[in-house]
Structure formats: C-alpha cells, structure tokens
C-alpha cells in the first residue's frame, strides 16, 4: 500500500509500481477512512441516578456503503468530585436516524420522540412517542388527525420540539394543512353537503378547491423548499388532541418557538413573507421580530423591533429574561449581530453586546454565530455562552448581560474548533476540533465571573485522534505596506507531515471558501483533510469580507466583489507559493472553491491564466446579471453590486453594467487553465444554468473543461455519494495535470 501523505510525491518523482490508477485507488481508501469519522450536533446534560450526571449526544456520520448519513446517539455517565469531572461509564453508539427530534421532559420522567416511517405503500408517517422510565406509554400519528402537514426536524430556522415546564404539552412547528385541489374536469363525485348549509364555508374541508391543483405555492429557498407556511402547534400528552394556534399575524411565517414563563404563552420568531419569500438559509438579514402569542388572552404582539432581523430567542433560567440575536434587514448576507435582553418583567429592551467595527490585533471581534445553543445560560442567570467565528477560529464565548463583559472560554494553539452543545449547571458540553482532529466530547464546569479563562476540560473519550500525518497554521497576511488593519486578512494552511520521509514539496491547492461572508474555521474539514492526506497543502484563504473580523472587514467587500477578494486569494497563493521556506512546490498549484469560492475561482484562471495548473468549481457564480432572475437570493446580486435593494425593485442597465464587470464571464477569452465544474441539477441558490454558461463558454474556445452534474442535489452538493464522487473527480483533474 501507498503511504496517504507520500502518494502524490511518489507519481511526481516517478515511483516503481506508482501509477495514476493506484494513486486514485488509494485515495479511494484515505477518502473512505475520512469519511468515518462523526461530527457533533447536539448534546443534552441531565440528571441520572446516583447523583450522576448524563451526557447524552447526538452525532452524524457518512455511510459510505449505503451512501447515506446516519445519525446516532451516546451516552457518558459522569461524576464530580473535588472540582474534577469523572467519566463513569459510556455506552455504544444507538442509530436514532429515523428520529427527527428527542427530547427529555423538565422533570426527567418523560421522553418524547417524533419518529419518521413509511408504510408498505411508500406513504410517509410521522408519530410522536412518549416514554416513561420502562416503556414507551403513548405513541400518536400526528398526521392522521389531519391537523397539520409534517413536522419540521431542526432546520435551523423555523423547527422547534419543547417540552411545557408541567410536563403536559408538547410545543412544536409544522407546516400548515393545506385544502385538497382537483381539477375543472376531475369527474370524481363530490361529497354530499347537508342542505341546511348556510353557504360555502359549510361545505366538508375534505371537499378540493377545483382548479387549484396547480397553483404556485412560495416556499423558503434553498434547501427549505418543502416549506411554505409554518404552523405552531399543542400536543396534550393526556388527550393525545392537537391543537393549531391561531391568532399568529398572518403576514409572518412562526418558527424557533419557545415555551413564555408559566406556560402561560408561546414566543416565537416571525419572518416576514410579504410580498413574497426570499432564501432563508444562511440569511440573517431577513425581516423578522420575536413575538409573544398570549394564550389566555388570545392575543399575539411583537416584543421585539419589527424593523429589523433577529433570532434565536432563549429565556434565562427563571424566565425573567430573554435574549436573540439582532442584525439589519438587507445588506451582507452573514454579517456580525448584537445580542439583546427583553427584561420580561419591565418589557424592557438593552443591547448587551454591540457591532464591532473594527478590533485590533486578536480582540473580540464581534459575535458571528447563526444561532445560540437552545440551553446557554449560566445558572446564576447572568451569562450567556456560545460559539462564535473568531478570527480563523471558532471560540467559545461567554457574555455577561449585567456587566456587557465579553471574555473567550477557549485559546489554545492546538485546537481551532469549538462549539458549544449545551449549558446545564454550570456544566458546559462542547465539542472541539482542529485540522488534523476529528471531533472530540469535552465537558467543563464555568469558573466564577472574570474567571472564565480558568476552566478545565475533561474528555469524555479519552484523548483526541490526532491526524498525525497533517500539519496546520494559521499564516497572517496584511496588504497594507504600513501595517493598517484593513489590509490584513488570513488564511489556514494544512501540510502533509512528510519532512522527513521526502526532499519532494508538495503540490498546493488554493481553496477559498463561499458566501463571500463565511469563513473557513480551523476545523477538520473533510476535503482538506483528504486533499493532504493524498500529498497535496491545502490553502483555506479567509480573504477580506470574511466573517470574525470585525463588521469593517464585512463591509469591505460589498462592491469590490471580483477584485479585492481575487486579488487577496492570489496574494495569499503566491505568498506560499513564493515562501523562502520553501513550503510547496511552487509550479504545481492548483485552486478550486464552490458557490462563491467558485466564483473565485472562476475569477481567478482568467485573470491569472497561467499560474495554476488546473482549477475545480463546485456550483459557481459565473453571471451575476443572469443570476439576479433565477436565483432565490436576488438581493445578494444587489448588495454584492453595492446597489440598494428592495422588494419592488426592478433591474436597469446600470445595475447590469455592474453586475457584468464584476463577473467572472467577463475573463473567459483569457481562461486557458484545464476546467473540472460540478453542479446540483436542483441548486436555487446558484441556478445550474451558470455552470453551463462556463462550460460552454470553455468548450467553444478550446480550454479543457469536464462538466458533472448530480441529479437530486442542492447548492451544498451534500449528499453522500455526490460528495465523494465530487471528491474523488476533484483529485483525479489534479493528479491527471500534474
């Protein structure tokens, strides 16, 4: 077998027995043992005998063979003892991926479960199941009271599963029952109405709406497209009845619903759907306020500004406050947020952490997290944790709302990945990882105020899988010859560990990340991983525009798309490159992205056309003026343009002109680097019609150019096997132009 890191080194040095063929066979293998490694995405701490503790989590992972995700839980039980954390006892993975949610009562004595099935027929089922401590007590199929469509699974936007504090009722979203349609001519006889019917409103429910059958029905975008309208919805555990709140505003769509102190209400976010919806995912600058729906009053009020775009609203402990996330309506598509407190007993509003404009050096630089962990405050009620992008980092943040300090929970060099899971007790359960590291459980208990950077980690599995044959740092970078801050930027740079074992440098690819306004954590990360495992550094350029820099650097980029994040991605390339410490080989060097890091790289093999060797573009944005009527963000076209938007607008020739120059189409007669594009046949973000252009365009001009196409995939090109095949293709195109 191929040693992983020396694969690529060994075809650039002409190896016995080394062919391209083995190399891809045996990065089939590196992929496949990547692969297998979980990710956390959610954990849950209780209360278990003996006055032990639990950590139950939940973790994803890829099944190569089935070419499906799978999900399944763990469970830790721990002790304290002295200030130190013990683990008593683990249990073996359980495969919970047929369970949309699950979740423990307030009390500990119940446990409710919404399970997905199909019947024999095909036709899918949804049921809530209740267990007690011995066995499962009520199990009820949600769907067949015709209440409501199906459940929302946690989305990220609009689902919620909450438990009432009695133990009583379930809290959750929906999508609203829609009337049956049928068509003019549809023959099937209609349903007997009683002749006492006073008018049509009379008539049975289950009587179709002729010639509706096909009316176009909004949804929320990108990978949200099953959902159109969501309803809040009761459970009575007793009754087993259902009931659909009403008196929810009926220009906003309910989600991320909470449970108002003594139940008395329900608080929820509402996003704004008038005139009509715009993607959702990876937005935080939708319209939207928290509103609080009365129960006993039947009355529904915004208690939040309804002029601006918030989320993620989580009560204290003893429900006197609340905090969410805040941002303007339009602008930077991710951009930093302020975290505000509702005081429920004086209704007053405050703003605990403001925008950072500009930090200096490794200061705090504002808070860029899409949402807060659904448990995150300490138990005195004064401090909120979190995860937020820091730099080329994720942190754990902890915020307290009397004072507005903000200091870091984590800072460590080894590792660059932390994110919270949940806040019991004190107790805090996170998991962390870096480059070169899976994802590991750790567990912590929050030190007194001011005295967070004391706390101690204990890992629940024992120590970390470290990578060794993978190497990382994070490179700074400044574009400014004075020093200023607004030229700096990062990026993190992952090498093979072959030092020793090869004078061979290795090839380079440059990989600049999507949004523009995202950011590459220092994470494990399974297509670096891969690519440097198989020979290659890998070069993930957080350029300017990047989130956990400061809003400044946000801001930066709007109208300059195409320019200075080009021109930042390249210096970075050509500062590697180029390096006196001769870090890679410097005529091998290789770029590929997705969404806009397509974008990028689009931009890139045109307006650098003999620098890199061979380019790979997932979904890219290739047109910006043909984009702007296809896409479901069209006000990214705008904002990325620096033109202003709004829900009436309509396109004129200056903003194509714009739109036009700053396109990487523009450049295609200068393209003359071999092209691999991959595409999802059903992306709504980036239309497919935009990887054709290229390919086209590429073709007709005589440029190399190989065009895949994975049918039922979206904009992330996520699914199991369209991601490893993705994979896979991308490293042949770069093994094949070495």
């Not at 307030?106 to 049921?127: I, M, Y």
């Not at 997290?369 to 754990?396: G, H, Y």
């Not at 929970?409 to 990882?433: C, E, P, Q, R, S």
């Not at 459980?441 to 970390?464: C, R």
């Amino acid at each position: 077998m191929i040693s992983g890191c020396r694969l690529v080194s060994r075809l650039m040095s002409n190896m016995a027995g080394c062919t391209e063929r083995k190399v891809i066979e045996e990065a089939v293998n590196i992929y496949r043992n990547c692969a297998r490694f979980p990710v956390a995405v959610g954990a849950r701490l209780g209360n278990a005998q003996g006055g032990h503790l639990s950590v139950n989590s939940e973790w994803t992972q890829r099944d190569i063979e089935r070419f499906e995700k799978v999900k399944f839980a763990r469970n830790h039980l721990v002790s304290q003892q002295d200030g130190k954390i013990n683990v008593v006892a683990a249990s073996g993975p359980a495969d919970t991926s047929t369970e949309l949610w699950s979740k423990d009562s307030p009390s500990g004595n119940l446990k409710a479960v919404v399970r997905a099935s199909k019947t024999k027929k095909g036709d899918e089922k949804q049921f809530i199941e209740v267990w007690c401590k011995s066995h499962k007590a009520k199990n009820i199929d949600v769907l067949a009271q015709e209440k409501h469509g199906k459940i929302y699974e946690a989305d990220g936007n609009f689902g919620s599963f909450e438990w009432s504090s009695s133990d009583g009722h379930l809290l959750y979203v929906a999508e609203k029952k829609q009337p049956k349609a049928a068509a003019y001519f549809d023959n099937k006889p209609s349903k007997a109405v009683s002749d006492d019917a006073e008018d049509d409103s009379k008539k049975s429910e289950d009587e179709p709406v002729k010639g509706d059958e096909f009316v176009y029905r909004e949804d929320w975008g990108e990978v949200l497209t099953p959902k159109h309208h969501p309803v809040l919805c009761i459970l009575d555990i007793d009754t087993g009845d259902i009931s659909v709140l009403e008196n929810v505003p009926g220009n906003v769509s309910p989600g991320q619903a909470i449970w108002a102190p003594d139940d008395a209400g329900v608080v929820f976010v509402g996003y704004t759907h008038e005139p009509y919806r715009l993607g959702l995912v990876a937005c935080t600058q939708r319209k939207s306020a928290i509103y609080y729906l009365d129960l006993q009053a039947a009355t529904c009020n915004a208690i939040s500004a309804e002029d601006q775009s918030v989320r993620s609203p989580i009560f204290s402990p003893d429900k006197t406050q609340l905090v969410y996330l805040e941002n303007r309506v339009w602008g930077p598509h991710m951009m930093c947020s302020k975290l505000v407190k509702f005081d429920w007993i004086s209704k007053e509003t405050t703003t605990v952490v403001d925008i950072v404009k500009q930090p200096k050096d490794d200061e705090f630089p504002g808070i860029y997290t899409v949402s807060l962990p659904n448990r995150c405050w300490s138990a005195d009620n004064t401090r909120v944790i979190f995860s937020s992008q820091w730099r080329s980092k994720q942190e754990i943040v902890v915020v307290n709302t009397d004072t507005n300090a903000v200091s870091r929970l984590t800072n460590d060099n080894k590792t660059g990945f932390w994110m919270v899971l949940d806040v019991h007790g004190d107790l805090v359960v996170a998991a962390n990882g870096a480059p070169n590291q899976p994802h590991s459980l750790v567990l912590g208990k929050l030190p007194a105020a001011g005295e967070e950077a004391n706390i101690q980690w204990t890992k629940l599995d024992g120590d970390s899988i470290v990578q060794d044959d993978i190497i990382w740092k994070i490179i700074k970078h400044n574009r400014s010859l004075d020093g200023d801050v607004t030229g700096e930027f990062e990026s993190v740079l992952l090498q093979p560990n072959t030092a020793s074992s090869t004078s061979e440098k290795p090839p380079l690819i440059v990989l600049p990340h999507g949004g523009p306004h995202s950011a590459f954590p220092s994470d494990f990360l399974l297509f670096p991983a891969v690519f440097c495992k198989c020979g290659f550094a890998v070069l993930l350029v957080n350029y300017r525009g990047s989130t956990g820099f400061g809003q400044d650097c946000v801001d930066s980029l709007p109208g300059n798309i195409g320019t200075e994040d080009v021109s930042d991605v390249q210096f970075a390339a050509e500062a590697i490159a180029e390096s006196a410490f001769n870090l890679v080989d410097k005529s091998k060097v290789f770029i590929t992205g997705g969404s806009h890091g397509g974008f990028l790289t689009a931009h890139l093999i045109g307006q650098y056309p003999d620098f890199y060797k061979a380019a790979a573009l997932r979904n890219p944005v290739i047109n910006m003026a043909s984009m702007l009527g296809t896409t479901d963000i069209p006000d990214w076209t705008y904002c990325e343009c620096a033109k202003d938007f709004s829900m009436t607008v309509v396109p004129d020739a200056a903003f194509y002109e714009a739109a036009i120059s700053r396109s990487p189409i523009r450049y295609v007669d200068q393209v003359k680097t071999p092209a691999l594009i991959m595409i999802g046949a059903n992306d709504l973000r980036v239309p497919p019609k935009q990887g054709h252009q290229f390919h086209k365009a590429l073709k007709s001009r005589g440029v190399p150019v190989r065009l895949i196409v994975y049918p039922d995939n979206s904009h992330p090109l996520n699914k199991v096997d369209a991601e490893a095949d993705s994979c896979m293709n991308i490293l042949k195109w770069f093994v094949d132009h070495l």
